[in-house]
Nanobody, 122 residues
Framework: QVQLVESGGGLVQPGGSLRLSCAAS????????MGWYRQAPGKERDLVAD???????RYGDSVKGRFTVSRDNAKKTVDLQMNSLKPEDTAVYYC????????????????WGQGTQVTVSS
């Protein structure tokens, strides 16, 4: 079984910074795309940032210039550095990975973490 565990969420003041981390474990053969999504109360889950195995990144319009996504293929982790945080960044942040499972054939499966709360408030 493949599991994703997020860490680093919490309470931060507007203009502050926070770093999220996600670690994958279990029967993973190869990870392709990795990234972060977020969901605020009453809103749909939206893309924050993702990164391909070759290091190509994509960001949601509202976080461009403020957030940076990175990955460590050896450690099977993906991080999200969040700077200049705003109250509207408050949401549950979910880690996402697309990977081939060891022993399950060549199909790529979508994997999601349990989510970590980020609250930006004075």
């Amino acid at each position: 079984q493949v599991q994703l565990v997020e860490s680093g969420g919490g309470l931060v003041q507007p203009g502050g910074s926070l770093r999220l981390s996600c670690a994958a474990s279990g029967s993973i053969f190869r990870i392709s795309d990795m990234g972060w999504y977020r969901q605020a109360p009453g809103k749909e889950r939206d893309l924050v940032a993702d990164i391909t195995v070759d290091g190509i990144t994509r960001y949601g319009d509202s976080v461009k210039g403020r957030f940076t996504v990175s990955r460590d293929n050896a450690k099977k982790t993906v991080d999200l550095q969040m700077n200049s945080l705003k109250p509207e960044d408050t949401a549950v942040y979910y880690c996402y990975m697309k990977a081939v499972r060891a022993g399950w054939g060549p199909r790529e499966y979508d994997h999601w973490g349990q989510g970590t709360q980020v609250t930006v408030s004075s």
